[in-house]
């Protein structure tokens, strides 16, 4: 046998494995290729995984977990990974001025975690970006005004009378308050009264369809579930799983809700929207077809689609958010009963037995620290970001085209150097006199900050006030055994989600 043919076999597994080897290497470099980009910039963090990033212990843990743990660890300046995406964490007040004020034009989006997210909901606010997202704004900004939360009182006060209903029967009958189905309840048929102006009923009936489609669609919301991170990872997968109608949100439930609104706009428009001042009918006071937004692309007009879009959004966060904060807020007054008398004498005093309204519920002092606090205690949303669109170099840090800027606003509301004493539930830190030694840029970041803060911010405030004082001076919440003394997240959200319900008990004040 020559020696040509002995080295044939050798040649046989050798191309193959060669083939292998170099296939692996280049995936391993394209998992991990911006996984120095922090370390380079001398900013430390966790240790990423190849293509994971640092998901796999964000998912394991949860959120408010890791952002409070790493802030723990590394201080104010932390780097992540969103699988590719190096997210530069920080409760540096200079940075978070100069990214969501001062230079907002070069930190003008949001990082879009979701690519895969069903249409038209991906045509509202927070799906779009750029100069569509400016024109959003515009147009929808005038709905929000003092004017217009003052016209939308009297179904408020509906909802409210409502809430008390429903909350005496479950305490007549001898049943611990779950908060968040109770306020749940409450804030979805806020929300579709004063936004498209039909009732849904949900208090008092847990069976209700509106309420349960909505609640499905918040028990998968998790971030990182596998098409997500698929899509996120190669970006090249996406029209393949739009293809295969693969949403990040569950179908059925995404599809009721962007019908219901279609249907409410086909009816609106048969009978034109007479007397008629909620945010849809502002919204189709401004619709456009496409080609006409094209050729004035200046002008505050939204297209069937965007109103769709933004309807979604609306119905959505305007049940969750405010049912949040008045769910943390009432297991704190349980937690915190001196408090809760203090806020029960301030609003007999200011008010007395007056009818809420929003001149009367805004000028109740301590009824807006025990609100802000509560949003500092538990934040909604863990942590919010925005992208650079350009290089940018920031307190000597460089921060890459298409990396991010993250607030772990659980971090920041928990940041001693604010808020002395973290842990413990004390709205007078918000008082006239107090706050002042909190910056506003940390005091408002629980809504964002700068021109993308939440639109529905100061609705969001005026509809809790007006449960608060329903509530408050009505009855008495109490901790039992069932109350938690600790919550605990959902691991996986990104949301202020409990593990498990919070309960607590309820008295009838004496008249």
Known sequence: MDAATTVVPWLGWTVPVTLLCIVITLLYLYGTWTHTTWSSAGVSGPKP????????????????????????QYGKMYGIYFMHRPLLMTTDVDILKEVF??????????????????????????????????????????????????????????????????????????????????????????????????ETNALGHEDNVFLNNVKAIFAEARVFKVGNIIAAVFPFTIPFFKWLGYSSMPKKEARFITETIRSAIETRRKDGGKGRVDLLQLM?????????????????????????????????????????????????????????????????????NAEP??????????????????????????????????????????????????????????????????DKFIPERFDDENKDAIPSIVREMVFGAGPRQCIGMRLALYEAKMAVVTVVRQFKFVKVPETPDEITFRPGFALALPLRPVLVGTQLREA
Not at 51 to 67: A, D, P, R, S, V
Not at 366 to 386: G, I, K
């Open 49 to 72: 995984l190849p293509f994971l990033g640092n998901i796999g212990e964000i998912n394991k843990k949860g959120f408010f977990h890791c952002l409070q743990e790493w802030g723990k």
């Open 101 to 198: 004020i001062k230079d907002f034009a070069d930190f003008p989006d949001r990082l879009n975690a979701n690519p895969l997210q069903p249409y038209p909901v991906n045509q509202g606010l927070i799906g779009v970006t750029g100069d569509r997202w400016r024109r959003q704004r515009h147009t929808l900004t005038p709905t929000f005004s003092t004017s217009k939360l003052k016209a939308m009182n009297k179904f408020i006060t509906r909802c409210c009378h409502n809430l008390i209903a429903a909350m005496r029967k479950n305490t007549e009958e001898g049943k611990l308050l779950d908060v968040k189905q109770m306020y749940g309840s409450f804030t979805l048929d806020v929300i579709c009264g004063t936004a498209f102006g039909f």
């Open 284 to 352: 189709l006071d401004a619709e456009a077809t496409g080609s006409e937004i094209a050729g004035n692309p200046q002008e505050k007009r939204l297209t069937t689609d965007e109103i769709i879009g933004q309807g979604f959004t609306v119905f959505i966060a305007g049940y969750e958010t405010t049912a949040t904060t008045l769910q943390y807020l009432t297991y704190l007054l349980a937690l915190n009963p001196d408090k809760q008398e203090k806020l029960y004498r301030e609003i007999v005093d200011t008010i007395g």
């Open 357 to 422: 309204t929003y001149d009367n519920v805004t000028s109740i002092k301590y009824l807006d620290s025990c609100v802000r606090e509560a949003l500092r205690c538990f934040p909604p949303a863990a942590l919010t970001s925005r992208g650079a669109l350009a290089e940018k170099t920031i307190k000597g840090v460089k921060i890459p085209a298409g990396a991010g800027v993250g607030v772990p606003i659980i971090g920041l509301m928990r940041d001693e150097e604010f808020f002395p004493e973290p």
